[in-house]
């Protein structure tokens, strides 16, 4: 198992990477990168997406499939303890109208990650 240091490490040089055209040409080439890449393009957001109008669809699966996006979901996942902490501790809900939006059901794309 890496070390905290190592992954810090790598952390900052992904991060490093992701600032310029040329690193970001080199993320795009590494195979893991071009697996997960290819991976949630054609089992999770082309399927989940499948009914959406084409120029839609298709600008936001590549969103969904960019190394930014990718990223960004990384980070967010490591912090899943501390947002859940922030909801826990969080003030009561103001005395206004609310509106929540939710599904009825489990998607397509968290099957197939097993969440």
Known sequence: ???PASVSASALAIAGALRSALGRGFLLRLPAIK???KLY????FAQEMADWPEGIREVLIER???LEWLWIGLQESKNI????DEIRHAEPMP???L???CSMGI???KHGRGI
């Open 81 to 84: 303890d501390q947002l859940y």
């Open 35 to 37: 697996h997960y890449r």
């Open 64 to 66: 969904h499939v960019s």
């Open 99 to 101: 509106i929540v939006l």
């Open 1 to 3: 198992m890496p070390s």
């Open 41 to 44: 393009r054609v089992l999770f």
């Open 107 to 109: 998607d397509g794309f």
């Open 95 to 97: 005395d206004v109208p």
